[in-house]
């Protein structure tokens, strides 16, 4: 079932680009504005070459992974206190929902003031973004954790931090997950958007500088590996909590 | 061992709060095992959460051997009838979790799991996740686990409600011969008359409405191996259930 899943996936995509890379050649549209997808990758191989595209991937890669990481690990924390605690749900609810319908990039020029063009900024950034979807989800798992569980817990006084670990957070996982997994998306787009505002490198300035250069090809390119790390990244993640999660395997 | 003294409770939420039991009066002895009968929402499962003191009362006092519920020096133990183990857990895991606060050394724990395991009939699937395991199995995991920290009071809602009459058979068999090896005082939750003849020393039947005892009557194995006197007894509680439904 799961082989079948993947080749269907699979053939999607190959018959969506098949399409694309037909309707380019036959002159369907003007291809200087969305090149074919043959085009876009030999523009992002020439990269390659030149040593470019290594130096842009590392460089959004070491802004976005202690983004992504830092980010969704505060949102676990935080949404499982904020879970467990009604008072201080009340107390925090209003304020992070406030906060997390602030879209990222209208943070941006506000975070350069604060940090510079550094990496600092854009990786706290990132970490804005991973935080909410994280936190809301984590929130959402701790506060479905059935009473008896609960109760479970109390019966054989198991407290702290052990319940913590025990009983609320495994209940939570798949909760966590779908929110680590949203936050994969909202913590690239706001290091996508950083980077088109301030940085000398990254996918996020290839895709703005090759606009600027009205190098249609390479921008598409770009993009088109920025949805592939994102996928790239989300799979990682299934994966890693299946074998985490393996009762729910059996 | 336990008493309920001249307690109201009530359930519901706050606008839509509901009195179920107005100076309720009930005392169960030390190392017997009680079944509470009743029809669905009499109350039954409220009156073990008010022993586990999982939840608070209107007024009166329940008392543990004089102690106030969250005061009591006894080890209690509780047998959910839903969601009563840790799927996440394997059976040795969950098992293991009735002991976390008591903490034993590992080789204490070792011996106390492999015990109940071979008891239950568990030993060979300790390393199991409980989704693989029948429905039969997943009790008696919930069982060991109440039982692996030796209780002094052991609270069980239905343990054996979604288990097919068969299965159901073999673990209250399980369950008797376990409990008559020890000292436990057991409430035992069930809608199930034959399964409450089976197993009690005591049979409760509590009304809907306003909780009361209706039947009260002592069991001793000679009765419970008595088809006349237990075909009257099951006569008796049926007749006070219907007059109480039909009330």
Known sequence: MRTKNIVIAISTFALLIAAWELLAKIGAYNTFLLPPPTESIAAIMKLWREGLLQADVLSSMQRYLPGFIIGGSIGIVAGVISGISKNIQASVNPLFHYLRSIPPVALIPFVLVLFGIGDVGKVSLVAWACFFPVWLSTQAGIKQVPREYIWAADVFAVKGLRRVVDVWVPFALPYILSGVRISVATGLFALAAAEMFAASSGIGFRIVYSHQLFQTDTMVGMILLLGLIALVMDQLLYFLVKRVARWESE | ?247
């Open chain 2, 1 to 247: 061992m336990i008493r309920f003294n001249n307690v109201a409770i009530d359930v519901g939420v706050k606008n839509k709060k509901k009195l179920i039991a107005e100076d309720f009066t009930l005392e169960l002895e030390k190392s017997d095992f009680t079944c509470i009968l009743g029809p669905s929402g009499c109350g039954k499962t409220t009156l073990l959460n008010i022993i586990a003191g999982f939840r608070g009362y209107e007024h009166g006092e329940v008392l543990i051997d004089g102690y106030a519920v969250k005061e009591s020096p006894y080890k209690l133990s509780y047998v959910f009838q839903g969601h009563n183990i840790f799927p996440w857990k394997t059976v040795r895991q969950n098992i293991l979790f009735g002991l976390v606060s008591l903490k034993l050394s590992q080789h204490e724990n070792d011996v106390r799991i492999s015990l109940v395991a071979k008891d239950l009939g568990l030993y060979d699937s300790l390393a199991d996740y409980p989704g693989s395991l029948s429905g039969g199995m997943k009790q008696r995991v919930g069982i060991a686990r109440a039982l692996v920290g030796n209780p002094d009071i052991l609270l069980m809602d239905e343990p054996f409600s979604s288990l097919d009459a068969l299965t159901a058979q073999k673990t209250r068999e399980l369950l008797k011969k376990l409990c008559s090896r020890r000292s436990i005082t057991i409430v035992f939750v069930t809608h199930d008359v034959d399964e409450a003849l089976d197993l009690a020393d005591r049979i409760l039947v509590v009304q809907k409405g306003l909780m009361k005892t209706l039947v009260d009557k002592r069991m001793t194995s000679e009765d419970r191996d008595d088809d006349v006197i237990c075909s009257k007894l099951k006569n008796d509680i049926y007749n006070a259930l219907n007059v109480n439904m039909s009330e």
